[in-house]
């Protein structure tokens, strides 16, 4: 038996209500260009919007003209999606909360994940979103994914709840030690200002 290995999300498809509210809310709020649209190849009666999110995969949302929005919490069930997490620079997660008060969207303010900054609301048909950003850069050609495996191996040895901002620091020293070549011999900690 062998794996089916995967590289990376190619998409994610939501349902939707009428096409306008789709286009509103993920270009008009979450800034996401309307890259193009045709019909749902699977249901005549829909339209397959779609939107790039920013990192050049896509977001699709299927759309009926004889759907209304339904601003009633959408289901958290087992085998539902929970919330869809999109990636916000620090810069613009900064100015989340006032540009959804402007609108009148109930959020939940700025919540501390130790290796990123959270902040949830829901769209127009009562789907959770939350909009991310780490606290970290990984070094260039390292993920953030392998920059968080590290800080998780770091946190569970030094037995601590939760992945925290030295843990990710410490993770990319161990990364670029291990990833990125020197003339030295020895890479410990120095001080030279003794």
Same mark, same amino acid.
Request: include cysteine; charged fraction near 25%; glycine fraction near 8%.
């Given at each position: 038996?062998?794996?089916?290995?995967?590289?990376?999300?190619?998409?994610?498809?939501?349902?939707?209500?009428?096409?306008?509210?789709?286009?509103?809310?993920?270009?008009?709020?979450?800034?996401?260009?309307?890259?193009?649209?045709?019909?749902?190849?699977?249901?005549?009666?829909?339209?397959? *919007?779609?939107?790039?999110?920013?990192?050049? %995969?896509? #977001?699709?949302?299927?759309? /009926? &003209?004889? =759907?209304?929005?339904?601003? @009633?919490?959408?289901?958290?069930?087992?085998?539902?999606?929970?919330?869809?997490? *999109?990636?916000?620079?620090?810069?613009?997660? %900064?100015? #989340?909360?006032?540009?959804? /008060? &402007?609108? =009148?969207?109930?959020?939940? @303010?700025?919540?501390?994940?130790?290796?990123?900054?959270?902040?949830?609301?829901?769209?127009?048909?009562?789907?959770?979103?939350?909009?991310?950003?780490?606290?970290?850069?990984?070094?260039?050609?390292?993920?953030?994914?392998?920059?968080?495996?590290?800080?998780?191996?770091?946190?569970?040895?030094?037995?601590?709840?939760?992945?925290?901002?030295?843990?990710?620091?410490?993770?990319?020293?161990?990364?670029?030690?291990?990833?990125?070549?020197?003339?030295?011999?020895?890479?410990?900690?120095?001080?030279?200002?003794?």
């Amino acid at each position: 038996m062998r794996k089916i290995q995967t590289q990376g999300v190619h998409h994610i498809t939501l349902v939707g209500a009428d096409r306008q509210t789709s286009i509103d809310f993920w270009e008009g709020v979450l800034g996401m260009p309307f890259v193009f649209e045709q019909p749902n190849l699977d249901n005549a009666a829909e339209s397959h *919007l779609y939107f790039d999110p920013g990192d050049g %995969r896509l #977001i699709t949302i299927f759309t /009926d &003209e004889s =759907r209304t929005p339904d601003a @009633g919490r959408a289901p958290q069930t087992q085998g539902c999606v929970h919330h869809l997490a *999109l990636n916000v620079s620090q810069a613009s997660f %900064r100015q #989340i909360a006032e540009r959804l /008060d &402007e609108r =009148r969207v109930a959020h939940s @303010g700025p919540k501390d994940r130790g290796f990123m900054d959270s902040i949830y609301f829901r769209d127009p048909l009562g789907f959770l979103i939350e909009l991310a950003s780490y606290r970290f850069e990984p070094p260039t050609g390292i993920s953030h994914g392998e920059v968080m495996l590290e800080a998780h191996k770091i946190r569970v040895g030094r037995g601590d709840y939760n992945i925290q901002e030295v843990h990710l620091a410490d993770a990319i020293e161990v990364l670029t030690k291990t990833h990125r070549r020197s003339l030295s011999e020895d890479r410990t900690p120095k001080n030279p200002y003794a």
